[in-house]
């Protein structure tokens, strides 16, 4: 009887009736994990079952035991990242699984719609530029580069496995691998000399609310949350699924950091929510994976216009980007400004994802590796003062990003006037402000640079990183901006003095009188000095000031918002002044 009962028990074992260990498959051969951390591994076993996890490179054991669904879970401690295959054996009772040929390094989540899903091989009549010889070359970053890619899987509950091997970089896998992934990644791996992965998990056609969970898009007015009314929707637009079927298989997983390209299918829909509901992905995302600084770094929607290239749903969504990335700490993104073909106006998928790749893993490198020998920031608009028919238009960050890369030849400008029609600009750069004038805008009112769905830009910082789309107005919120031809002059007038720290340390000192001629112009007198013109338009004054050796060059005055007078040099505040 009891040799009975022990063959019933094998034959049971050996047959599968019990779960025995069960894996997803991120936690396999051929695995990254993230280095120098403690990285989650999890599976499943018989209910109440011991496991016993075991790290070659430290001989390490851990210790779990399966709950009363099977699920189980360890972190195991990771050492520096290194080329070197490690050995991850997990084992529960008499079952013993090895997962071989495993690597240390970093590891990233590429996520969104579909330029971050595209392919090295590209999509139909869609492809990557220089995608070929990427592929041809892929071989050599065997052993060092390696991808998981998440297929398209709906659900309406979490779902535990999706079919996402581990692959190494070869010219046979490599055309599967997420390009503008593919790029981060080799540039990552050339800069930090460690082993990268990418989880590339991303579905085209998704909206934002496809990756958030069912209670968070209940509360958002106008979009379905329940299975039925979901299923109605079209598969790729569908809210919640992707949550459910994509995210949840692999959010246990230990990453460094996300890259996540999307927003083309919210333009149109609430797109001036889309920054809030950005804002709450990247929350859930960090307290999903038990990391509440986990950097995201997001791309900016390209120039597209396939319906209508002058119309303005496309930068609006941009600017909601771009205010969720201001807004929300440790999370910055790269413009794209510049990266359309001339021919690829209806093209939604552009080709040059390796610019994309690569600046993504600049920022990346900057602010999470702290590498600043690449860049972490772009010059970003700050304002716009108008001078007869020109607008200066003046930046932050140039400085850091080296100065601009041209000096004419801009594209993308616009100006109008008072009757608020746009027309394309002729534009130059002046030290940290672009000069912008046309000659069909005698007065001009607002400035715009890449404000339209396809009007691609050419502006940079010498760093490389784009200048990001902008408008001065809200004239589609439906405000008439101010004609400054109209405003008054500033009161400018009395005497000024102020101090400040002038080149090699030396002090400079100021000391202005202005006065307003009976003629209606102005004049600055200086100790010393014989009385000469300024110029004021608004609450800026131009006047020529002496710098020594009888140089003299223009300064300019400027009556800022809150009230406060600075002398500004090369658009930045530089002294500020008093009134005596």
Not at 12 to 21: E, F, L, N, P
Not at 30 to 49: I, S
Not at 364 to 384: D, I, K, M, Q, W
């Amino acid at each position: 009887m009891k040799k009975l009962l022990f063959i019933v028990a094998l034959l049971a074992w050996a047959t599968g009736v019990q779960a025995g260990i069960r894996l997803p498959s991120h936690i396999s051969e051929n695995m990254v994990l993230q280095q120098q951390t403690q990285a989650r591994l999890w599976g499943w076993a018989d209910p109440g079952a011991g496991i016993t996890v075991s790290t070659s490179w430290d001989g390490r054991s851990y210790s779990a035991k399966a709950d009363r669904d099977g699920a189980w879970t360890v972190e195991v401690a990771t050492p520096a990242g290194s080329y070197k295959e490690e050995t991850v054996t997990i084992s529960s009772g008499r079952e013993k699984v090895v997962l071989g040929h495993v690597l240390i390094g970093e590891v990233w989540l590429g996520s969104g719609q579909s330029n971050m899903e595209m392919p090295l091989r590209g999509f139909d009549n869609c492809p990557v530029d220089g995608a070929l010889q990427e592929i041809a070359e892929s071989g050599r970053y065997r052993g060092r580069i390696r991808f998981s890619t998440v297929p398209k899987v709906g659900a309406y509950s979490p779902k535990d496995i999706v079919d996402a091997p581990w692959l190494e970089s070869c010219p046979d896998n490599a055309p599967g691998f997420g390009a503008a992934a593919w790029f981060f990644a080799k540039n990552l791996n050339e800069v930090l000399d460690v082993p990268v992965g990418i989880i590339n998990n991303a579905w085209g056609g998704s909206r934002v609310e496809g990756w958030l969970p069912r209670e968070i898009v209940a509360g958002y007015p106008g979009v379905p949350s329940d299975s039925l009314a979901v299923s109605r929707i079209f598969e790729m637009n569908r809210p919640t699924i992707m949550y459910y079927g994509q995210w949840a298989p692999v959010r246990k997983y230990t990453f460094k950091g996300v890259i996540w390209y999307q927003g083309e299918t919210n333009v149109g829909l609430d797109p001036l929510e889309y920054a809030k509901r950005m804002e709450t992905l990247i929350a859930l995302w960090r307290s999903e994976t038990g990391n509440p600084g986990l950097p995201v770094y997001q791309v900016e929607l390209a120039p597209y216009g396939d319906n209508d290239p002058d119309a303005f749903g496309y930068p609006v969504l941009r600017e909601q980007q771009q205010k969720a990335a201001r807004e929300t700490e440790n999370c910055w993104i790269v413009s794209t400004a510049d990266l359309a073909h001339p021919y690829e106006t209806a093209q939604i998928h552009p080709g040059r994802k390796r610019e994309v790749g690569q600046r993504l893993s600049y920022l990346a490198l900057n602010h999470t590796y702290g590498r600043t020998v690449f860049p972490g920031v772009a010059p970003e608009y700050a304002s716009f003062d108008v001078d007869g028919e020109e607008v200066t238009v003046t930046f932050n960050n140039v400085r850091e990003s080296g100065g601009f890369n041209l000096f004419d030849s801009i594209e993308g400008f616009e100006l109008c006037g008072p009757d608020l029609v746009f027309h394309p600009a002729e534009a130059r750069t002046q030290r940290n402000a672009v000069i912008v004038s046309s000659p069909e805008v005698k007065q001009p009112v607002a400035v715009r640079y890449a404000f339209r769905n396809f009007r691609p830009g050419n502006l940079a910082g010498a760093n490389g990183l784009a200048v990001p789309p902008f408008r001065s107005d809200r004239i589609l919120e439906g405000e008439i901006p101010a004609n400054p031809a109209d405003q008054p002059d500033g009161d400018f007038a009395g005497r000024w003095t102020g101090k400040a720290q002038g080149m090699g340390g030396q002090e400079m000192a100021f000391d202005l009188t202005f006065k307003k001629l009976a003629d209606g112009s102005w004049q600055c007198e200086m100790p010393g000095q014989e009385p000469r013109p300024a110029r004021v338009r608004g609450n800026r004054a131009t006047v020529e000031f002496p710098f020594g050796n009888g140089m003299r060059m223009p300064i300019q005055v400027k009556i800022h918002d809150d009230g406060s007078v600075w002398v500004e040099m090369m658009g930045n505040p530089f002294a500020k002044l008093e009134r005596k």
